[in-house]
């Protein structure tokens, strides 16, 4: 339960935190809120010989509209999230989703940046991230990019990000007045990591349902965007049948492995009890 040993370091400006992590290579990690690293750490899962804590950089925090376009810093905590007004009116699924992270300590320091750059299939933020279609702005010594949250994840713990890069914030495109949202998340105890979980984003006109999002958590490798589950939903007023078979096209795609959880077939079940959950809450929602 005790940490390898490793150097501290504590930039005070992006460039300065992206040269350390070039040059001291693939012994040096970021720290964020270290409520995944600093765990994995101490079980020796992970040893990295220098640790470049993310905290002294002024800039990675807050959350701001830019147009239509919400941008929120790497280090702005799951807590300052919830805090926060614009995300309470433009982005309500995200409030949902960080309320069914674990519990206030942890959400008080694990970053929202974390979250989606830890490649944890069962961290939950990344499945509304796809939903939402978000991307993520990062930066190496190459200059900045942006990467869309439904290409960021290669399998678990493996992302896009290129050697030397971090994530600076997570840029959403602002949902449609009145959308439909929900995250529906089945876990065993508060603090839990899903069993599987489901985000859904939808709007309605005239009753029917014009655009629909579905992602899944921790029934496989990586989140999935449940793109021919959401494609069953258009045109419909998501009746029973419509809801039902986006549900069975969710479940088809879900790999879960068996485990603490359940087994895998219970966990893709879940999946798809999850999934039918989040699109007819969400479709009580939208206006
Ligand atoms: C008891 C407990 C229960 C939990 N339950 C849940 C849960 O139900 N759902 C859930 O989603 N999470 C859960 N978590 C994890 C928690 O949400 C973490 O805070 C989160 O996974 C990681 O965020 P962090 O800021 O703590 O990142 P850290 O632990 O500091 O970093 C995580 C990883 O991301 C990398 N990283 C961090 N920031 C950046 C960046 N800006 N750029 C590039 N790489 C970066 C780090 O190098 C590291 O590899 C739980 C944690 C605990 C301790």
């Given at each position: 339960?005790?940490?390898?040993?490793?150097?501290?370091?504590?930039?005070?400006?992006?460039?300065?935190?992206?040269?350390?992590?070039?040059?001291?290579?693939?012994?040096?990690?970021?720290?964020?809120?270290?409520?995944?690293?600093?765990?994995?750490?101490?079980?020796?899962?992970?040893?990295?010989?220098?640790?470049?804590?993310?905290?002294?950089?002024?800039?990675?925090?807050?959350?701001?509209?830019?147009?239509?376009?919400?941008?929120?810093?790497?280090?702005?905590?799951?807590?300052?999230?919830?805090?926060?007004?614009?995300?309470?009116?433009?982005?309500?699924?995200?409030?949902?989703?960080?309320?069914?992270?674990?519990?206030?300590?942890?959400?008080?320091?694990?970053?929202?940046?974390?979250?989606?750059?830890?490649?944890?299939?069962?961290?939950?933020?990344?499945?509304?991230?796809?939903?939402?279609?978000?991307?993520?702005?990062?930066?190496?010594?190459?200059?900045?990019?942006d990467?869309p949250?439904?290409?960021?994840?290669?399998g678990?713990y493996?992302?896009?990000?290129?050697?030397?890069?971090?994530?600076?914030?997570?840029?959403?495109?602002?949902?449609?007045?009145?959308h439909?949202?929900?995250?529906?998340?089945?876990?065993?105890?508060?603090?839990?990591?899903?069993?599987?979980?489901?985000?859904?984003?939808?709007?309605?006109?005239?009753?029917?349902?014009?655009?629909?999002?579905?992602?899944?958590?921790?029934?496989?490798?990586?989140?999935?965007?449940?793109?021919?589950?959401?494609?069953?939903?258009?045109?419909?007023?998501?009746?029973?049948?419509?809801?039902?078979?986006?549900?069975?096209?969710?479940?088809?795609?879900?790999?879960?492995?068996?485990?603490?959880?359940?087994?895998?077939?219970?966990?893709?079940?879940?999946?798809?009890?999850?999934?039918?959950?989040?699109?007819?809450?969400?479709?009580?929602?939208?206006?």
């Amino acid at each position: 339960m005790i940490p390898g040993p490793f150097s501290y370091h504590r930039p005070a400006t992006v460039a300065d935190a992206v040269k350390l992590l070039s040059t001291l290579g693939d012994e040096a990690r970021p720290l964020a809120g270290g409520h995944s690293l600093v765990p994995m750490m101490k079980l020796r899962l992970a040893s990295p010989e220098h640790l470049v804590d993310l905290h002294g950089i002024a800039g990675l925090k807050g959350i701001r509209r830019d147009g239509n376009t919400i941008v929120i810093g790497a280090m702005t905590t799951q807590h300052e999230l919830l805090a926060s007004d614009e995300i309470g009116l433009s982005l309500p699924i995200l409030d949902e989703t960080a309320l069914l992270i674990a519990d206030p300590q942890v959400r008080y320091r694990g970053t929202i940046g974390g979250n989606v750059a830890n490649g944890d299939p069962g961290n939950d933020m990344p499945a509304a991230m796809m939903a939402l279609n978000a991307s993520y702005r990062v930066e190496g010594e190459a200059g900045e990019r942006d990467i869309p949250a439904r290409d960021f994840y290669q399998g678990a713990y493996a992302t896009s990000l290129g050697k030397g890069e971090i994530l600076t914030s997570i840029r959403i495109p602002a949902p449609a007045d009145g959308h439909g949202y929900a995250y529906e998340k089945q876990k065993r105890k508060i603090g839990d990591y899903a069993t599987a979980a489901a985000a859904v984003v939808l709007t309605l006109s005239g009753g029917k349902c014009n655009s629909a999002a579905i992602a899944l958590t921790n029934v496989a490798d990586t989140p999935l965007l449940a793109t021919e589950a959401a494609v069953a939903l258009i045109c419909t007023s998501l009746d029973d049948t419509a809801i039902a078979e986006a549900a069975r096209r969710a479940q088809a795609i879900a790999k879960p492995t068996s485990d603490g959880r359940g087994p895998a077939d219970f966990r893709a079940h879940v999946a798809g009890v999850m999934v039918k959950r989040a699109i007819a809450r969400a479709g009580e929602r939208a206006a």
